[in-house]
């Protein structure tokens, strides 16, 4: 889930070692650690890395809800990039993996409960006061990425150096189950963004944020996330932990109460390859084991899985996410004020096969464990006019795991939602990215446009700090007016001409997508 953002992560950690050797380092006292950060001399923003928000979920702690980290004496350096959670390959999307090119100073491992924190500062490194606060999750199927991918710099230069960010990291491969349910936690990864959230209410304020003008904002199964955080204890989470929500490419595949068949085989399956069939108590013996085993065991499932899906997602667990996300969204049952999503054009291209012949009723039958022959059957006649089968094929992994789920949290935001499209060619999943997170060290995104990228990443930005696009950071740049979605289903479509010039203007959604995703809705979720 745009894996392709590694190439930044050189100059990221090229630019944490010169920040490492900075003369101004500002130390903040957290309670339980102080954390010495440091200036970027070129551009004044303080980096803090790999501040640990959590213990490290080791040994009994393995599966459960996290837990504060303990008191830390001295001084502890934040100015290196975290090693990351463990990866779990990327679920046969790609013929080839390209975490495999990362850069060798990130390790993986179990012991990754850490944030970034980027604010505008002056030489010293003084925070700024009560600036809105952006919490970026990242994405990759809920089994791969980190922060290290990220320079929480990029979203700071183009809001002005109006935000305080922060980039959170969260375990990955979520294991499902009775057993999980009885003596650990479901969802552990869910669990671990809302704890960093917890301390990003509790201590953001050192850093010159307010934690009262939070956004939270993911792209992929990061704004997969950020749905769950919207629907999370049935939209009454206390204290409030964020204002605004963001999603780019809102990814919901099948989330299962946590105790039906599929999570339940894939609790066995993970019994099974690990050895501890025959345990009295398997999870008991699933804590006591290398944590190598399991990475290998993750991966193995994740690669076996239906090409393009991810297995180890977000389960119904009765408690964190009390009922279907797209119940709770449909009753109107939501944390936050106000919504900005965006989704790409293309967004199923990736995760189907693009060399198997297939039909759209086919595919319907793979991708929806639960249709029968005519569910997928009708599946197919919404399509026919999509174009040849595989465009059909593409269509619908798009646009139910993606495009639909969006449509569902804008409905839950009435008159407080905004919805883009971004559609610059190819117009992929994941290709919007580069175009707010840019890299360090001279990564640009492939339409280098100044006027189109200042408009598309500045919609995000302004939405940070107003909660409205239409109060602009720059009030030059090429955005018109941007009505919220309820006015005749309006969007804000950013492109580009044959000649390489800006698009962006208001469209209207189209009415046989909104009757494909009421269909989806109706049988799917």
Not at 49 to 60: D, F, K, V
Not at 286 to 312: H, K, P, Q, S
């Amino acid at each position: 889930m745009a894996v392709h953002l590694l190439r930044t992560i050189a100059g990221t950690l090229l630019l944490a070692t010169s920040l490492a050797g900075a003369q101004n380092s500002p130390i903040v006292d957290l309670g339980y650690a102080q954390y010495q950060g440091a200036v970027n001399p070129a551009n004044n923003i303080t980096h803090f890395l790999g501040i640990r928000y959590a213990a490290a979920p080791l040994e009994n702690l393995r599966f459960r809800a996290p837990q504060p980290p303990a008191n830390m004496t001295g001084v502890q350096q934040a100015t290196a990039q975290p090693n990351e959670c463990f990866q779990a390959g990327n679920g046969g999307v790609s013929p080839t993996n390209p975490f495999e090119t990362r850069a060798t100073q990130i390790i993986d491992t179990e012991d990754c409960l850490f944030l970034n924190v980027y604010y505008p500062s002056n030489a010293a490194g003084t925070p700024p006061s009560d600036l809105p606060t952006l919490v970026w999750i990242h994405g990759g199927g809920y089994v791969l990425g980190a922060a290290s991918i990220y320079n929480g710099e990029d979203i700071i230069n183009q809001s002005a150096r109006g935000v305080v960010v922060v980039i959170i990291q969260y375990r990955l491969g979520f294991l499902p189950g009775t057993a999980v349910k009885k003596n650990g936690a479901l969802n552990a990864g869910l669990l671990d963004q809302d704890f960093a959230l917890r301390w990003v209410n509790q201590h953001i304020s050192k850093f010159g944020g307010d934690p009262s003008k939070v956004t939270i904002w993911g792209e992929s199964a990061g704004a997969g996330s950020v749905l769950q955080h919207v629907v999370a204890n049935g939209g009454r989470t206390e204290p409030q932990l964020f204002r605004g929500a963001i999603t780019s490419s809102t990814f919901l595949p099948s989330q299962y109460q946590f105790n039906d068949r599929i999570p339940e085989l894939l609790f066995s399956e993970v019994v099974t390859q690990t050895n501890c069939t025959s345990a009295t108590d398997p999870l008991t013996c699933l804590r006591a084991l290398d944590a190598t085993t399991l990475e290998t065991v993750n991966t193995n499932i994740v690669a076996a899985g239906f090409f393009g899906t991810f297995v180890t997602v977000p389960v119904v667990d009765g408690v964190f996410v009390t009922q279907r996300p797209t119940l709770s969204l449909l009753e109107g049952k939501v944390n936050g004020q106000a919504l900005l999503s965006v989704t790409n054009t293309f967004e199923g291209t990736l995760f189907v096969n693009q060399s198997v012949a297939v039909t759209a009723a086919q595919y319907a039958l793979d991708l929806f464990p639960g249709f029968g022959t005519a569910q997928a059957d009708t599946v197919g006649a919404l399509y026919a006019d999509d174009g040849n089968e595989l465009f059909q094929v593409d269509a619908v992994q798009g646009e139910a795991i993606f495009i639909c789920p969006t449509y569902y949290l804008l409905n839950a935001f009435p008159g407080r939602s905004f919805k883009g499209e971004f559609a610059i060619p190819p117009g992929l999943h994941g290709d919007d990215v580069l175009y707010y997170f840019p890299g360090a060290e001279g990564s640009f995104p492939p339409f280098n446009n100044t006027a189109f990228i200042d408009a598309f990443a500045q919609s995000f930005t302004s939405f940070i700090i107003n909660q409205d696009p239409n109060i602009k950071v720059d009030p030059n740049t090429i955005t018109p007016h941007w009505n919220i979605f309820d006015i005749h289903n309006t969007e804000m479509l950013f492109n580009k001409t044959a000649d390489n010039e800006p698009v962006v203007h208001a469209i209207t959604t189209s009415n046989d997508l909104l009757e494909r995703c009421a269909y989806v809705f109706n049988h799917f979720w």
